[in-house]
């Protein structure tokens, strides 16, 4: 996956698993739950992909949800060779293409988004993240009449879906789908699914910094949450909140970039005039019931930039967000007043 891809570098966000509670036994027996996780570790989609489940008797699980992952990551990846995605963009501007049930309607999800935010995120941008191609050993700075002949294939509005026999249609050849910016927040929200079909009350899903904490802590109390600093190494946090049965993921320009002649060009980039965004902005954080959600809407923050970003945000409901700016000011939404706790004194508050 091209989009948000974290390799040994960052994790957007860092779990740290407390809790105390005066009967610490009530909830755990109640639920069955053990103290020490079973517990499975894999690299997958570009990442490094950890489950923990909570509740006794139910390790097998880890083989299906895992199974599960590898499933859709074989549909998923753009330059995977078989993969769903990377048939539909072979034939672009040909034929529409059958696609699975989860593809379909990972695509619809997607293109609702690009229409919910206008263009400045778009699923159709596949031809300038494979351009820059940041992350990987030949990522380059393209000269600016490559960038300008591409640009005219990033259109959302040109993906055709065909919901009754499940098609999807590039118009244009040379068009590109890359779904990076939303794919682990589907999988994610598809895992807490299998999860619960199979009995799972209490676990911790983390793919590569796409966090779900599901139920409560062991000792009864939400789990802590801590967001990482995007300026410093892996495990570093600059704050904490409090959260049960929610996704958690955050976009930052330090996760994956390219540095040129001292100049350094991060991997989530502007569709509409194919540099990365400039704006201030380090990271966004969402906290939301559905990781599809945060995963699409901290990449259309981003966007937006900070103001037009809070002023999105606020007219959505069950969502939270978290900006941090590139001078260290964190600014949040309403609902994270009095959950989110600043740790790193070097970050403050740009709302007060």
């Given at each position: 996956?091209?989009?948000k891809?974290?390799i ?10 407390t809790?105390?509670s005066n ?5 755990a ?6 103290e ?9 989609l ?33 330059d ?30 997607g ?8 263009g ?6 596949g ?10 050993d030949?990522?380059?700075k393209p ?13 959302y ?21 890359d779904l ?17 079909e ?12 796409n966090?779900?904490v599901?139920?409560n802590h ?17 495990g570093?946090t ?18 994956r ?24 902005l ?5 906290i939301?019931?559905?990781s599809?959600?945060g ?6 923050l ?16 069950g969502?939270e ?20 706790e ?5 970050f ?5």
């Open positions: 996956m091209n989009n891809v974290i040994f570098i960052l994790l957007a966000i860092i779990l740290i698993i809790g105390c009967d610490p036994e009530t909830h027996e109640k639920l069955n739950l053990i020490n996780p079973y517990k499975q570790t894999e690299f997958l570009g990442t490094v992909v950890t489950i923990k489940i909570y509740d006794e008797g139910k390790e097998e699980v880890l083989g299906l949800v895992f199974d599960k992952i590898e499933e859709l990551d074989q549909k998923i990846t753009a995977e060779e078989g993969s769903e995605i990377n048939t539909i963009n072979d034939k672009a501007g040909e034929e529409a293409v059958n696609v699975s049930e989860d593809i379909f309607q990972l695509i619809t999800e293109k609702n988004y690009s229409e919910v935010a206008e400045s995120f778009d699923i159709t941008i031809p300038l993240t494979k351009l820059w191609h940041i992350g990987f030949d990522a380059r000269e600016q009449a490559e960038i300008d002949e591409i640009l005219p294939l990033i259109n509005k040109k993906v055709e879906l065909n919901e009754k026999n499940k098609k999807v249609f590039l118009k244009d050849k040379g068009m590109r789908m990076g910016a939303i794919a682990k927040g589907y999988i994610a929200d598809e895992v807490v699914q299998l999860l619960k199979n009995g799972v009350t209490t676990a911790i899903i983390d793919l590569g910094g966090i779900f599901m139920g062991y000792s009864g109390n939400p789990w802590t949450v801590g967001i990482q600093d995007p300026f410093s190494g892996r570093d600059i704050g904490k909140l409090k959260a049960s049965n929610k996704s958690i993921v955050t976009s930052g320009i330090y996760e970039y390219l540095e040129v002649d001292g100049v350094k060009y991060h991997h989530l980039l502007n569709p509409k005039d194919g540099y990365p965004f400039n704006n201030k380090a990271s966004v954080s969402i939301s019931d559905k599809i959600d995963d699409a809407l901290s990449t259309v981003f966007s937006k930039g900070l103001q037009d970003g809070l002023d999105f945000i606020h007219e959505l409901e969502v967000a978290i900006f941090i700016m590139e001078d260290k000011t964190i600014y949040t939404t309403d609902g994270l007043t009095d959950n989110f600043i740790t790193n004194e070097q403050t508050f740009g709302n007060e």
